[in-house]
């Protein structure tokens, strides 16, 4: 085992942006805003992104501007998430997010952004954090934060070695993002638009959502789906298991037992109100969602839901209420041209499942690896100058 040496982020870093203190103006296009909302588990995430004014980027950015692989971390509201700028796209920085950019001579940026993620840092960044509710860093704090340190050549390897699990990981999000286009697009095309296989042919009749086919229902959403309460689950009682536990903003934790068959359709309604998740094993479903039952095809009703609006804007609390929900309108296609869907929409799902599940093992396996090489416990100086592709 090697003896493990630290520096400090200041001693390490060449470059650090940080742009507390100013509020940008917001816009709904533009040049996209990195708040610390959007950094978790390594990534930037898809999806909605906060913007400000092209033209505002230089007057804003006049204390730096991000690069290609650098660092971001979040300092509050998560403190300590972790991201690499992997692209050259323009983007600004908000507040709770601050860049750092190692200096080449002293610290590999691929190591440096392992290391951050590592949980001796982590632990060091907790114990310089303030607040009681929630967890923030200043900026000269985290600067104090020590780094695991060995010879450039050490760090490289180990940077090389995780960056590999982290490549693949990133590969494969790409990929299920594609395909979840695919099928968005399918469905899109084929409901949204009407062009579905047969379409030219098709009589279409007046209806109270539009003109629609004449062999396809129209009717009320609970005529064919049932929205089902979620159980209360207090965070003591989830346990370690391979049973995902899902909340209003996604997979929120494991449990031992499921509480639905899957696959399923997952639907929030309190909290983040109208969210549809799908989930291909079985999960449980806890009392800030409800899951679907139907007895329609589920891939589409998994994209009709996406749909709808659910929100109540009465409601002094937002929130989705059920009977509100039933009342909205809902079609089904013909047995036939849902057949035809599934059957294209099947394979997709069945491969973004694979491609999930491959991430979860090459997550574990990252994981697993990171602190025994940042700690000094997998002694790699012996290796240091072996190509990479010998050494994994």
Known sequence: MTVMQTRTVEEVTGTLIDY????????????KLITAKVIKDGRILDGPHEYIPADDYDSWMRRGLPEQWDILITTEAPLG??????????????????????????????????ALKSPFVRAGLSARATGTTVLGIKQSELRQVRIPYFALPVQRLIGRILSVYDDLIENNTRRI??????????????????????HEKARLVESKVGLVPDNWQVGLLQEFVELAYGKGLKSEDRCEGDIPVFGSSGIVGWHNRALVSGPGIIVGRKGNVGSVYWSSVPFYAIDTVYFVRTKVCL???????????????????????????????????SSEVLHSFEALAAPIFRLTDVLRQQNGVLSEARDFLLPKLISGELDMSRLAEVPVEAAL
């Open 177 to 198: 993002a594609i395909l979840d286009e695919m099928a968005q697009e399918l469905y899109r095309e084929w409901f949204v638009n009407l062009r579905f296989p047969g």
């Open 20 to 31: 507390r203190g100013r509020t940008p103006r917001k816009a709904e296009c533009g040049v």
């Open 299 to 333: 891939y589409y009703v998994f994209f009709n839901l996406q749909n709808q609006n659910f929100l109540n804007n009465d409601a002094a609390v937002p929130g989705l209420n059920r009977q509100q929900a039933y009342s909205l309108p809902f079609v089904v296609p």
């Open 81 to 114: 998430e972790v991201a690499l700028l992997r692209t050259r796209e323009k983007v600004a920085l908000a507040q709770r997010v601050i860049l750092l950019r190692g200096n080449p001579t002293v610290i590999d940026q691929r190591y440096y952004y392992q």
